[in-house]
Structures are given as C-alpha cells and as structure tokens.
C-alpha cells in the first residue's frame, strides 16, 4: 500500500514552508509521525507531492529519514501540467488543488493508496483503519473509504480553516461531503462563512474530512474527466479556484461511480494552519511522546 502525501501547498497563511517546520528536539516534522504511524501499519512505500523547487529539502530531511524504512517517490505538482488543450490564465499563480495534485502523481501509484495532508497529525488510528479498508480491495475496486474527525477537534483559535463538512447514512457510507472554506469556532461548536456572507451556526460534533481518503488507482479516469470538466467551466477561468479531491470524490459519489465509507476517530487533530498554532502542536506531539505513544526519537 502507498501513502500519498499532499505537500505542494503554499502554505501563505502560515507565512513558511510550513510542512518541514520541526516539532520536535530531533527536528521531526509533523509528516515524520504519520509515515511513522502508516509504516506501523503495512504501508510499504510513501509518494511526496511538492513543488519541484523543494526537492532537496524534502530529499535532504524527511527523505533521507525514512529511506531505510519505507520506498520514497517524489512528483511534482506544476501549474501548467494541465490537460492537451488547456493553458494556464494569465496572472496565475495558485496550484490547481489537491484533485490536480494527486493526478501530478498517478505514474507513482499502481496499488491501493491513502491520501493526507503533510501538515495535519492524524493520530495512528487513521492509518490503521485505512490500512484495514484498502488490505481488502482489489486495484480497481471503486469501494473507497475515509476517515471522519469530530470537527471540534479539529479546529484552531487562531483563524479559519477549511473542512469538508460529511453527510453519511444509517450504515455508515458517505451521502454527501460540502467543502466549507471558512470555518472559526463558537464555544464547543463552530460557524462557517457561506457564500451570502453570513455566519451559519455549525454542530461541533459534525463529521469532517480531513482529506485522509483510502482510495485504489480506479478513481484516476474519472478523476482526469473531472478536471477537464472543471478546466472548461468557469472554475479554469479564476485566478484561484480549485478543484479539491472532496469535491471529486462526491461528484463520482453523486453519479453512482463509487461509494464511501466513513471511518469516524475520536481522535485529535493536529495541525499549524498558522504560524500561532505551532507552540500547541509542539506541547501536544510532546505529550504523547512522554506518555509512550511514540519514542523519544522517530528513526
């Protein structure tokens, strides 16, 4: 099984290169605990995508760190690595999403594979259940899972952020998910921004994506089509739209493509969306590295 990790974004909020800021004494990154965690796991190889300009100092840190345990690919997402026909409008400068990232990848991935963000701690009980869902499916299997976070704990006192607010039936599949972009919490629950401008209050229990997704390599045809269908409408246009792999995923939902299963943790999410964030993703990495949850030293 490959672990895909998202690591292109720019990452302008947090004002650094934010997925290789260290968290620990022995300069470990937020990514260093969750291949630890997918490696714990069955993961046997770990597909980076990052701007090209970063390369050495993804090879020089975390690379050369878990080169002896796990298989290392990197790839590349470019803007302009669109689509024959297509060209990058003029003033861009924003990558086209995580949909366009993970198909910057595909030539890396010919088995079952997860998907995270590599500034997000998604606590090893992510990649367990992940592991156990995709161990089970065949390479062109469209019977795709993810795993759901109680957006409460998920959130930061220091800014928005954006979820993929989960709608799942009685059995646990996934009925629907909605990108929401703005996101600030309100006591125990939260309100999001939506497009008329106004506050709308939102249940701190609600189920979100994290994008932590267990997919196979079938979802890449339909996830290509996508794309050009969102190349040739307005979304190809903007300076800064996305095309975001929870959208993808739903619009295949929606056509009867694939289904979902909804894995749900009770666990922590932790991450530096803004630079202010950092001091409390140190102390809690630190607390469970104190209570025997992970070693004093990853590798």
């Not at 994290?210 to 089509?225: D, Y």
């Amino acid at each position: 099984m490959t672990l895909v990790i998202l690591a292109a974004g720019m990452g302008s909020r947090y004002g650094g290169l934010k997925q290789i800021d260290p968290i620990t004494d022995n300069k470990e990154f937020i990514i260093d605990f969750s291949i630890y965690d997918a490696v714990k796991c069955g993961f046997d190889k770990v597909v980076f995508i990052i701007k090209r300009e970063n390369l050495e100092a993804f090879r020089e840190t975390v690379g050369a760190r878990v080169e002896p345990y796990i298989k290392v690919e990197y790839a590349f997402q470019e803007i302009d690595d669109l689509p024959e026909g297509f060209s990058v409008p003029e003033g861009r400068v924003k990558p086209w999403g995580t949909s366009h990232a993970l198909l910057c990848a595909e030539k890396y991935i010919d088995d079952n594979f997860a998907v995270i963000n590599a500034d997000d701690f998604y606590g090893r009980d992510a990649f367990r259940k992940l592991a156990e869902h995709l161990g089970n499916l065949s390479v062109d299997s469209v019977n795709y899972c993810m795993v759901g976070y109680v957006l409460r704990n998920t959130l930061t006192e220091n800014g928005t952020v954006s979820r993929g607010r989960c709608v799942t039936t009685e059995d646990g599949m996934l009925a629907s998910i909605t990108e929401l972009t703005k996101i600030k919490t309100n006591g125990s629950d939260a309100q999001y921004l939506g497009e008329d401008g106004e506050w709308t209050d939102l249940a701190g229990d609600t189920i979100v994506s994290m994008n932590c997704w267990g997919l196979t390599p079938a979802i890449f045809g339909e996830l290509k089509r996508g794309f050009v269908r969102f190349l040739e409408g307005e979304g190809g246009k903007a300076q800064k739209s996305e095309y975001y792999l929870p959208f993808a995923v739903d619009e295949q939902m929606r056509a009867g493509l694939c289904d979902v299963k909804v894995y749900p943790t009770t666990a922590c999410w932790y991450g530096v969306t803004y630079s202010e964030d950092k001091p409390a993703v140190v102390a809690s990495i630190r607390a469970l590295i104190e209570s025997g949850e992970y070693p004093e030293k990853l590798w």
